[in-house]
């Protein structure tokens, strides 16, 4: 294969691919070439083959074979357990944020929690420029000497000396890199760990180099990331071990498989994290042949929703019974001080948030604002609850109990969906993954969501009830979505001051061709 997969370059032919005169040879740092080259030999291939298996289970499940559990084993029944190093025990919060903003990772450092992870992958728009900018970042904070310059105050900001953990999170194994070793894709989990682990000086480290691992789907996978750790442990003379991981629960199928994938990684692996926007796309994306999944308006579904709920409560008993953190989500309404009344509701919904993830034993969880950070923590018993495991969960519970009489389905509802994703699609093409749009912070993972809600609706239009503000059922046909679009894309334009050029217009108009078309084409994986 000489180029990305064929999706990615349709939809954004910047994304994962390196300038097209690049020469890996002369414009990575001194020896890497040679040093990823033999990890690439041996790992793509694999990387290639697991992406190839996604795409069966995937099909599989449309056809009626949904995702379940594995035969018992060593790693489900034997008496195994991993000891934590002590500079992990205490992860109540861990801030997040994209890579390649060198000051929102500062500010996340000395935000004063307990836990901080850099992202090289949905948070920030995967061009190369912000891929080097990110990584460049995560270096230097891994290094404590990242810094900006603070215009406001007129000087340059450095990290602060204190006792966060500086975690990374690499891009995941449904990814290709393309453009870096001529005429052939390269696994992008390979590159990423691989680059950083080169690039750092383990003399400046604090702790272990430890990465957060996104949208595994199987436990064969976690055979994947711990030979890819131990090779390059070996290759630069580490000790084993020295790697470390979280790993996120951001997909359906492989919530059935934790346990087993935490055996897999046991040298490595650290926790579990409930990325549940990711895994709400990800449940309705295997289940979206299905009506009972046509997903309700995004923000009326509550954060204790059984399909989560019940989840949370598995995945703490596995994770506290082989003596790894189980880390919560994010909550993606986020706080502004500029609005008291958005201010107070956002802080409220996080406290409520954080206290049930806390309820059901979970050790810390993700937030994305420094004014977030001190909210998360106190919810959490210091240093973790990792001694907390129900005795009376089952261990095999219903992990796809449908939504049924949560929340509601409404035009209003699916406008928005449109309005965000167009919104969301215009800062990606502008070089940002993340943005902040009505009060919620909306990534990727949620632009999947909104995708899938659409999808869903136009499938089973005949099925479900999608109602107007009158109460009348309106039909989702192709023809009433492409309406929607038109309408959301309008009243988007005529909200703009009117200094606004052109061509930010018709970036706006590309990003409502390119939402719709993705929902049209079934484009529902997170590229």
Not at 121 to 138: P, T
Request: net charge negative; aromatic share 8%.
């Amino acid at each position: 294969m000489t180029t990305q997969t064929k999706m990615e370059r349709e939809f954004d032919s910047r994304i994962n691919h390196a300038p097209e005169n690049f020469d890996a040879e002369t414009a990575l740092p001194e020896g890497f070439y040679e040093f990823l080259q033999s990890l690439h030999e041996e790992f793509t291939p694999r990387q290639q083959a697991l992406a190839s298996k996604r795409a069966e289970v995937l099909a599989n499940s449309h056809a009626g074979d949904l995702p379940n559990h594995l035969p018992a084993s060593e790693a489900t029944g034997g008496d195994w357990k991993i000891t934590l190093p002590e500079y992990i025990a205490d992860q109540r919060n861990q801030m997040t944020g994209p890579a390649d903003d060198a000051e929102l990772v500062v500010k996340m450092l000395n935000s004063g929690a307990p836990g901080v992870m850099i992202d090289l992958e949905d948070s920030m728009a995967n061009v190369w420029e912000n891929l080097e900018k990110g990584i460049e970042n995560s270096l230097l904070a891994l290094h404590g000497e990242l810094s900006y310059y603070d215009k406001k105050r007129e000087r340059e900001v450095s990290i602060n000396e204190g006792a966060a953990v500086t975690l990374v999170r690499v891009r995941g194994l449904h990814l290709s890199q393309a453009n870096v070793f001529s005429g052939e894709l390269l696994s992008a989990s390979v590159y990423d760990a691989a680059r950083m682990a080169f690039g750092v000086d383990k003399s400046k480290l604090k702790h272990n180099l430890t990465f957060y691992i996104p949208k595994s789907e199987s436990a064969e996978e976690g055979l994947f990331w711990r030979d890819l750790f131990q090779a390059i442990e070996t290759k630069l003379g580490w000790e084993r071990g020295f790697i470390k991981c979280f790993a996120l629960v951001e997909a359906h199928p492989f919530v059935y498989q934790m346990e087993e994938f935490i055996y897999n990684l046991r040298e490595h692996i650290l926790g579990l994290n409930l990325g549940r926007w990711d895994y709400m796309a990800s449940l309705i994306h295997f289940n979206i042949e299905n009506a009972e999944w046509v997903l309700p308006d995004r923000n009326t579904i509550p954060s204790d929703v059984a399909f989560f709920q019940n989840l949370r409560e598995l995945m703490v008993n596995i994770c506290h019974k082989r003596g790894v953190l189980a880390i919560g989500g994010m909550t993606a309404l986020f706080p502004n001080r500029a609005d008291a009344a958005l201010n107070e509701r956002a802080l409220k919904t996080l406290e409520a948030d954080k206290r049930n993830e806390a309820s059901v034993g979970m050790d810390g969880a993700w937030t994305g604002h420094p004014d977030q950070n001190q909210i998360a923590v106190a919810q959490f018993p210091a240093p973790n609850q990792n001694f907390i495991q129900s005795e009376n969960r089952e261990r095999y519970p219903d992990l796809r109990p449908a939504p049924n009489g949560v929340g509601k389905h409404t035009v209003d509802g699916t406008r928005a969906a449109a309005r965000t994703a167009i919104r969301y699609r215009h800062g990606v093409l502008n070089g940002k993954g993340a943005s902040l749009l009505d009060g919620y912070m909306e990534d990727l993972a949620t632009d999947r969501i909104y995708r899938l809600m659409i999808a869903g609706r136009m499938k089973h239009a005949d099925a479900v009830k999608i109602v107007d503000t009158e109460g009348a059922e309106i039909k989702h046909t192709p023809e009433f979505i492409t309406r929607i679009f038109d309408e959301e894309l309008a009243k988007i334009l005529n909200d703009l001051p009117t200094e606004v050029a052109a061509v930010e217009k018709d970036k706006y108009a590309e990003a409502r061709r390119l939402s719709e078309e993705m929902i049209l084409k079934g484009q529902f994986d997170p590229i």
